[in-house]
């Protein structure tokens, strides 16, 4: 039978700190479990997605992946219990400590953004990057030698203990690309066909289109360590760092 679209509400934009939360059954079908709205992560800009339990009266289903189907977030996984029928109220119960040390890993990311254009110039780009629980990886259009990796450091730690907020907000698309260039960001072909834009802003000194979690304000990203460079050629330099 085919089923009436529905568009999940991401709950994890509206408060990027919601740890628990209810909700009821849109759909189940063997490991896959869609509900009206979620705080689970989907993945995307490098930041991984969320794991955790959705449960309801007679069934816990542990989320092992979440991803986007058109406008649905789909939970897979693995059901212990009765299967869940369409609504159902559920509790979804995200693992925190492994999303909140994701949320320090993207912020970090961030300010690596800003520190590197700092050192090297507004023009120097973001080329790719994944962030993971152990240590993360960022791409920056520059040749950054190895000798630099203390400057950078001092630079994303200074910004650390200013400890200055991290905004999140939506602009429409001639909003989003005059508010993000003088930070030296440009909406690219990767932004072709959106509307509307979430901007993630540490207050004043860096704002880029971003659709990830975050924490609010940059000292929660506590200790960091830059521990390597690599150059990947054509002027694309890997940094690797963790944080503490
Ligand atoms: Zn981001």
């Not at 058109?70 to 559920?90: A, Y």
């Not at 040749?143 to 730690?157: A, G």
């Not at 509307?195 to 000194?205: D, H, M, N, P, Q």
Request: aromatic share 12%; glycine share 10%; hydrophobic share 35%.
């Amino acid at each position: 039978m085919r089923r009436a679209f529905h568009m999940t509400k991401r709950l994890y934009y509206e408060d990027q700190y919601l740890k628990e939360f209810k909700s009821k059954v849109v759909n189940f079908n063997v490991d896959f479990l869609v509900i009206e709205e979620t705080a689970f992560y989907p993945g995307g800009g490098g930041q991984p997605y969320d794991k955790g339990y959705i449960n309801g009266e007679g069934w816990s289903f542990k989320v092992e992946g979440v991803f986007e189907k058109d406008d649905e977030i789909v939970h897979k996984g693995v059901l212990e219990g009765r299967e869940p029928n369409p609504g159902d109220p559920v509790r979804g119960v995200i693992d925190w400590e492994r999303r909140y040390r994701l949320m320090r890993m993207h912020t970090a990311a961030h300010i690596l953004g800003y520190a590197v254009k700092k050192l090297y110039g507004l023009e120097v780009g973001y080329h790719g990057g994944m962030l993971s629980i152990n240590e993360s990886h960022q791409d920056f259009t520059a040749r950054i030698p190895r000798d630099d990796l203390p400057k950078l450091e001092d630079v994303v730690r200074t910004v650390i203990k200013n400890n200055l907020k991290v905004k999140a907000f939506w602009l429409l698309r001639e909003e989003a690309k005059r508010y993000i260039e003088p930070f030296g960001e440009h909406l690219t072909e990767l932004h072709e066909g959106i509307k509307t834009f979430r901007i993630v802003e540490i207050e004043g000194i860096y704002a880029v289109p971003c659709g990830g979690t975050h924490v609010s304000s940059t000292g929660e990203v506590g200790e960091i360590k830059l521990l390597k460079r690599e150059s990947k050629g054509k002027g694309i330099t890997r940094i690797r760092y963790t944080i503490i």
